[in-house]
C-alpha cells in the first residue's frame, strides 16, 4: 500500500529556494568557543558574499546535554560580532532562531515516511538508544516483518526507530575541501533517527531541517565527515538534493590537541574578558585556516563578506596562536578614533583611577599607542590613583644626566616655578618646564626625568612629566614633587 504523501508535497512547496542560504546550528550545551565561532562566521560570510540568507537554528533535541544560558551565550557572541541572522520559525515573519524542540512534530511524520517506504525500521533492542557500535548484521529488529513490528509498536513496547544503509554497495559524498569521498555501506552502522522520547537525534533533525529550510551551503567541522555518508543516504531515500558541504579542519590548541575548555583554552566570552576586542577575535578567527591571499591580514567585518570564497579554507588543521590575536588586538587599538577607544577604555581606567577629579579621557590617550590589550590598563596606571612606595635611586638616571643631588635641585625648582603658573593646562605645563631647563641651562631630558619620577613613582609610565602633571592637577603634583623632595633631602 502506497502511503499518503499529500503532506509531503505540501512541505515541499514551502520550501525557501532561488538563493544561498546558510545556517548556524549549535547546541545549547557550553560556552561558544573559537571553532563555533568560525563557523558561524564562516556561513554568515558565505551568505552576505551571495546576498544570500543566514540562518539561526537552536538544536536543542538533546535534552540531557542542555546547558542553563546557553542559548543567551550564542545571541549574546553572534550579536556582538555582528553575525545577523534573518527570517524567523515562519518563512517572512518576525527574525528569531528556529529551535528544534518546537519542530519536534515534523521529524517522526518523516520518520515514518522512512518507515513506509522501507529506509528505516523500529529497534526494539534494550538500550538500543546507547548502542554506538551496533551492527546491521546482529539486530534482528532489522528484519522484522511490518506487521510484527507495527504489533510490537502497538502494544507499548519501547523502541527507537534506525535508519536502514544498505548491506552493500558504497556512497560518496562531495565536500567543497576535501573533495569526493567513498565510503562502503558495510562500514556505516544504522543509527538512530528517532530517540525512545520522541525526540530526533541530531543526524536526523539537521537533515531535515537543512531540507525544509532550503539551505545550500552545510558549513560544519571535519568530526562530521565520517556522518556524511548517512545524510546522504537520508536525502537519497526522500528524494532530496544534496547540499553543498564545507568541512572545515579543527582549531588545534597545538599540533596534537584541539582546543577545549576542559583544558583551559579560551571561549570568546573569555577573550573579550580578557581584553581583546570583538573585532580583533572576528578578523582574526576568520584567517584560522581561511586566507585571501596576499600579505594583508586586518579586515572589517564588511570586507570580509566582500572577498570570502570557500576555495581560500585550508585542508590543515589551524592552530589558535594567542600570540598573535594579541598582535591582531594592538593593532585594532591604535588604529581605532581616539573618542571611541576612551569610551571603551573608560571602565577598566574606572577600575583603578577612582578619584573624580581626573580625566578618564585624558589618561586614555596616554594608553591608546602603548597597550595590547584592554586589560593592560589598570596595571599601567595605578599611580594616578595613588603615588607607590618608590626608593630614591629612581630619581638616578645616567642618560639624562641626573644624580640624586641633581634631581634634588630640578625638583625645588620645578615646585616653585610650577606654583607660580596661572593656570594649569597641558601647555602650561610644558611651557614651563621647558623654559625651566632653558633658565637651569641643563637639557629637558634632565629637569623632566625627577619631576616624572616624583609624579609617578615608577621609572615606565605612559606619558611623560608633562602629561602626567597635567592629569594629577596642580594641588596632587606638588605635593608629590614635595615627596621627592623630602625623599632625596
Known amino acids: 500500500m502506497t502511503p499518503d504523501t499529500n503532506w509531503f508535497q505540501e512541505m515541499e512547496d514551502r520550501i525557501p529556494k532561488g538563493n544561498v542560504r546558510t ?11 573559537v571553532g563555533n565561532l568560525r563557523t558561524a562566521l564562516y556561513a554568515w560570510l558565505i551568505a552576505r558574499k551571495n546576498r544570500g540568507t543566514f540562518i539561526l537554528r537552536i538544536e536543542d533535541t538533546d535534552q540531557s546535554r542542555l546547558v542553563d544560558g546557553a542559548v543567551e551565550i550564542i545571541y549574546s557572541t553572534l550579536a556582538q560580532c555582528g553575525l545577523n541572522h534573518d527570517e524567523g ?3 517572512g515573519g518576525p527574525v528569531g532562531p528556529y529551535i ?3 519542530r519536534r512534530h515534523l521529524y517522526s511524520k518523516y520518520a515514518q515516511y522512512l518507515l513506509d517506504n522501507g529506509h528505516a525500521y523500529r529497534c526494539f533492542c534494550e538500550k538500543a538508544e546507547d548502542d554506538s557500535t551496533h551492527e546491521k548484521s546482529e539486530d534482528p529488529c532489522r528484519i522484522l516483518s511490518k506487521e510484527q513490528s507495527d504489533a510490537r509498536a502497538a502494544a507499548g513496547e519501547p523502541y527507537v526507530i534506525r535508519q536502514k544503509i ?5 556512497t560518496t559524498f562531495s565536500d567543497s575541501i576535501y573533495g569526493d569521498i567513498t565510503v562502503p555501506n558495510a562500514d556505516l552502522d544504522d543509527q538512530v533517527l528517532i530517540k525512545r522520547d520522541g525526540l530526533p537525534t541530531y543526524n536526523f533533525a539537521n537533515v531535515v531541517d537543512d531540507h525544509l529550510m532550503g539551505i545550500t551551503h552545510v558549513v560544519r567541522g571535519t568530526e562530521y565527515l565520517s556522518s556524511a555518508p548517512k545524510y546522504n543516504l537520508l536525502y537519497r531515500s526522500f528524494g532530496w538534493d544534496v547540499p553543498i558541504y564545507v568541512h572545515c579542519p579543527p582549531v588545534m590548541r597545538d599540533a596534537h590537541n584541539k582546543m577545549s575548555k576542559r583544558h583551559g583554552d579560551p571561549s570568546y566570552e573569555d577573550l573579550i574578558a580578557q581584553g581583546y576586542l570583538t573585532e580583533a577575535v572576528v578578523n582574526y578567527v576568520a584567517l584560522l585556516g581561511w586566507s585571501p591571499g596576499g600579505e594583508r591580514e586586518i579586515y ?3 570586507e570580509l563578506s566582500e572577498i ?16 598573535k590575536l594579541t598582535y591582531f588586538n594592538a593593532e585594532y587599538i591604535r588604529a581605532m578614533d581616539s573618542e571611541k577607544f576612551a569610551s571603551i577604555a573608560r571602565p577598566y581606567i574606572r577600575e583603578t583611577v577612582k578619584k573624580e577629579e581626573i580625566d578618564p579621557s585624558l589618561i586614555a590617550a596616554l594608553l591608546q599607542q602603548r597597550i595590547e590589550r584592554l586589560t593592560d590598563i589598570p596595571g599601567k596606571i595605578g599611580f594616578f590613583q595613588e603615588l607607590p612606595e618608590y626608593d630614591s635611586e629612581l630619581f638616578i638616571n645616567k642618560k639624562s644626566k641626573t644624580d640624586k643631588e641633581i634631581s634634588l635641585t630640578m625638583l625645588k625648582a620645578a615646585k616653585e616655578a610650577l606654583s607660580e603658573l596661572s593656570e594649569w593646562t597641558q ?8 623654559s625651566l631647563a632653558s633658565q637651569l641651562g641643563v ?6 626625568w625627577p619631576v616624572r619620577i616624583a609624579a609617578a613613582g615608577m621609572s615606565v609610565t605612559p606619558g611623560g612629566a608633562v602629561e602626567i602633571c597635567h592629569i594629577l592637577g596642580r594641588r596632587e603634583t606638588l605635593n608629590r614633587i614635595e615627596t621627592g623632595i623630602k625623599k632625596l633631602s
Do not use: W
Open 89 to 91: 520559525p515562519d518563512i
Open 100 to 102: 528544534q524542540t518546537e
Open 300 to 302: 572589517s567585518l564588511k
Open 427 to 434: 601647555s602650561s605645563v610644558h611651557d614651563c618646564l621647558i
Open 166 to 170: 544498505p548491506e552493500s554497495g558504497s
Open 23 to 33: 545556517r548556524f546550528a549549535p547546541s545549547p550545551t557550553g560556552y561558544m568557543h
Open 443 to 448: 637639557k629637558n631630558a634632565t629637569l623632566m
Open 308 to 323: 570570502f570564497d570557500i576555495s581560500g579554507i585550508s585542508k590543515s588543521p589551524a592552530i589558535f596562536d594567542i600570540n
